[in-house]
């Protein structure tokens, strides 16, 4: 008798186990009625896991945030464009 916890093709198997379990929670969330109670029950949760976040978080920490990852993201963005322009990176 052939050993069936031998790998074979196994490895494929899981992956397409998980997909099916994927394909039916979400069908199971827009078909079904109490799948639609549980999508609102989700949203209503993000919403609120979001608000509490955004109360304890202070507007001037996210905007010092929101310009330092800008300026980094300008600078990183100028270096690669001067990079391919075929210019020496200039520092900032």
Do not use: C
């Not at 186990?17 to 209503?44: C, K, M, N, P, Q």
Request: glycine share 6%.
């Amino acid at each position: 008798m052939k050993n069936p916890l031998e790998k074979d093709h196994n490895n494929l198997v899981i992956p397409i186990l998980l997909g099916a379990a994927a394909v039916a929670a979400v069908t199971y969330l827009f078909v079904t009625e109490s799948g639609s109670e549980v999508r609102g029950r989700i949203a209503d949760n993000l919403n609120k896991g979001w608000d509490t976040l955004k109360e304890k978080i202070p507007a001037e920490e996210i905007s010092a945030f929101k310009d330092k990852v800008s300026d980094t993201v300008s600078t990183a963005v100028k270096s690669v464009t001067d990079k391919v322009a075929g210019e020496a990176p200039q520092e900032v």
